[in-house]
């Protein structure tokens, strides 16, 4: 099939798709984008704690709520908020977690860059591999490792069926599309707000411009850091339960890495440390991965998002918004 | 004090006592004082998202193992080992070299998918370990020249001529859309079927790939583009080459966006997993495996197995079988003259050799011969693959390949 006509034939479906995807790793972007703003650090562990937030996703709608048939109206809602929260909070407290364990010793010792990546690619590794012995058959130093996802595959249930909302251009837009954009726009609203107006906020782009000057102005750093953390963790919570909702999938320790370098290399396009660059990378990325199916086949789609990241580049090296925690 | 000489001399006498006991054991050959201890390695995905593809048939193995070592007459007592992979070509190494560097290991049960057996097969091959894989089917694994290697099953060649067959004269679609997951088995499958599909005159509408397949992310695959692309090239009939873990979600998103195709897939589609993962997506999908998870087997597998069990129980008659195969060839190598694990090995493969079409190894799910050159089996395709519907959550028997496309 044509390249161009692909395109133009499937070119509303494939942008709603683009959107929808888009949308997912603009949140997970976040997460790198404020961290790299704060302390110039790539964290690769974000992809775990994006896990951690789909994990309790699993829980929360099987063993907490019990949900086992689609629902609607008020009990889709009330579930949704009591999955969401709980979800975010994890992965938000994962975040700090792991700042506090993996990265605040170094900074502590004024550690040079590169025990900063090295600690966040182990952190990453343990993490994931941690995860992998919970299958309930494996313990740690005697301790057996609690039962949260053996045996796999585990899948959650339909929380809301599929049901067409409207069609806009040709293309039917779903109450999961809904959902998603929703979500995800609320979200990026919300921090984008934070930053801009909120104290800590003021302080997260204080910091983000000249640590030593901030504190001298009376910005608490460790407070700051721990508050970016916490949001980028709370955007990828929000992240991962729309995207196991999306997809069903099935929960497992590897499902944050994929998502996680998307993510990341969403951030570099928009320019990494730029909040509405993460945004805008996601989308472009999401809109590239889809259209570019249309156009030569889906086998194509990490090889058009990576040749599209090194062109822009080479182009523009600080990304296309450039490399300010801008708000 | 220096010690006394007759000290001494009664400890050399002690230990050279204790030598001669130990050496006086085995002085009479041919009489099963002592059961041989060997070691048989099962190689596949024993834990991980695929592992609902080889598990059915590693416990049926064991079921085999038990009963051979719980026979008083058999000459040996069989350890099955794990040798766990998760099914992944990059893993496979590093546990081949430990199967090969156990003294006792006489043979491995597998390796159970194509990539793993590509990336270990020469291991197994120049150490001599015979390894008889119930359900690794790429084509070019016959192409490595292993001596050791042997296939209990047919291969994609086979199967992707036979679904294309079944595509063309059963199904009679408009137009057929090619996808696959990009790995060296789904790929190749689904281009056997391409190309035989359009020998026989069907449409192609378009093909494509998965760049990132859940089988090697283990990230669920989000088949939107996809879907639009196959929605818009108007397209009847899906084929997918690859895996449950791929084929379940897409069947699941393809429902849940509307699209109206028959989705027909191959033996990576048939477990558990696929209903699991797909689940009221899998309706109507139509699924071909080498496999007969129908087999009167299957009834003895879900009593044993209890509630461990799978319920699509796929490649658990091969699993015994070829348990049965390696038992087989232990019992004649030990019962031939060999002692030592080494010369059992060779044992093994001198019997697996010797079947032939008239006097072949009579399994559960078939009788056994396999070719001299290639080392698959000697048996027409059609009677080696059975054809599968997802109906009402279940799967359903369509019949072999004789009785649904004759031959």
């Known amino acids: 099939m044509d390249c161009l006509t692909g395109v133009a034939d499937q070119f509303w479906d494939q942008t709603r798709n683009g959107l929808v995807v888009g949308a997912i790793y603009a949140m997970i972007a976040l997460g790198y984008t404020l961290v790299y703003g704060v302390l110039q650090l790539i964290n690769f562990a974000h992809s775990e704690v994006f896990m951690v937030s789909t994990v309790v996703t699993l829980h929360a709608t099987t063993e907490w709520y019990g949900v086992t048939e689609p629902l609607h109206g008020v009990a889709l809602a009330l579930i949704l908020i009591g999955v969401l929260l709980p979800a975010m909070l994890a992965s938000g407290l994962a975040a700090v977690t792991l700042e506090r364990v993996a990265y605040r010793p170094l900074r502590k010792r004024g550690a040079p860059r590169l025990s900063f990546l090295i600690s966040a690619i182990g952190a990453s590794l343990a993490i994931q591999y941690l995860f992998a012995l919970m299958d309930g058959q494996h313990s740690l130093l005697f301790v057996p490792l609690p039962d949260l996802l053996g045996p796999s595959p585990r899948a959650i249930p339909e929380i809301m069926s599929n049901d067409t909302l409207f069609t806009v251009f040709g293309t039917t837009i779903t109450n999961k599309h809904v959902l998603v954009i929703v979500v995800a726009v609320a979200m990026l609203f919300l921090l984008d707000t934070f930053v801009r107006t909120t104290r800590t906020g003021r302080g997260i782009r204080a910091v983000a411009q000249d640590p030593e000057v901030a504190s001298l102005m009376g910005v608490n750093i460790d407070r700051v850091i721990v508050a970016t953390f916490f949001l980028g963790g709370l955007m990828a919570g929000a992240a991962g339960v729309l995207f196991v909702i999306r997809l069903n999938a099935p929960a497992g320790f590897l499902i944050g890495f994929l998502p996680g370098i998307k993510a990341f290399t969403a951030a570099v396009l928009g320019g990494i440390g730029n909040i509405r660059g993460a945004m805008l990378g996601g989308l472009l990325l999401g809109m590239f991965e889809a259209h570019g199916t249309a156009c030569i086949g889906g086998h194509w789609q990490t090889l058009i998002a990576f040749v599209v990241l090194v062109v822009v580049l080479m182009v523009r090296p600080t990304g296309i918004l450039g490399e300010r925690v801008r708000a | ?407």
């Open chain 2, 1 to 407: 004090m220096r010690k006394p000489r007759w000290l001494v001399g009664i400890a050399l006498l002690g230990v050279l006592s204790l030598v001669a006991a130990a050496c006086g054991g085995d002085d009479e050959g041919g009489q099963p004082a002592e059961k041989i201890d060997v070691t048989v390695y099962g190689q596949g995905a024993w834990t991980g998202g695929a592992s609902g593809l080889v598990l059915p048939a590693m416990q049926s193995a064991q079921i085999r193992f038990d009963e051979l070592n719980a026979d008083a007459s058999y000459p040996a007592t069989i350890t099955f080992e794990t040798a766990d992979t998760q099914g992944s070509g990059d893993q496979a190494p590093p546990v081949a070299q430990e199967v090969a560097g156990n003294p006792k290991t006489v043979a491995v049960l597998g390796p159970a998918f194509s990539g793993e057996s590509r990336a270990v097969g020469d291991t197994y091959n120049d150490n001599q370990i015979p390894f008889v894989t119930p359900s690794a089917t790429a084509v070019d694994l016959s192409e490595f020249g292993w001596d050791y290697w042997y296939r209990a099953i047919g291969n994609d060649g086979q199967q992707g001529g036979l679904a294309a067959e079944y595509v063309a004269s059963v199904l009679k679609p408009k137009s057929l859309y090619i996808l696959h997951d990009t790995t060296d088995y789904g790929q190749p499958l689904a281009e056997t079927v391409e190309a035989a599909a359009k020998k026989a005159g069907i449409k192609i509408a378009g093909k494509t790939g998965v760049s990132e397949p859940a089988i090697v992310t283990g990230t669920t695959v989000d088949f939107s583009s996809i879907i639009s692309d196959i929605e818009a090239s108007g397209a009847d009939t899906v084929f997918f080459g690859g895996y449950d873990v791929d084929s379940g979600p897409f069947l699941n998103q393809a429902a849940a966006a509307g699209l109206d195709v028959q989705v027909i897939s191959g033996d990576g589609s048939v477990s558990t997993t696929l209903l699991e993962l797909a689940g009221d997506g899998a309706e109507g999908t139509l699924l071909i495996a080498p496999s007969n998870i129908f087999s009167d087997f299957v009834a003895k597998y879900t009593d044993a197995v209890g509630a461990d069990a799978f319920s699509v129980a796929i490649y658990a008659a091969e699993g015994y079988d070829v348990a049965g195969l390696i038992g087989e060839g232990i019992r004649q190598a030990i019962e031939g003259g060999a002692t030592t694990p080494v010369d059992i090995r060779a044992g093994i493969k001198t019997y697996l050799d010797s079947l032939t079409t008239d006097s072949p190894f009579e399994g559960e799910s078939k009788t056994y011969a396999f070719d001299p050159q290639t080392h698959e089996l000697s048996a027409s395709p059609n009677q080696l693959y059975f054809f599968y519907e997802v109906k009402g959550g279940e799967l359903v028997n369509l019949g072999n390949g004789v009785e649904v496309l004759g031959g």
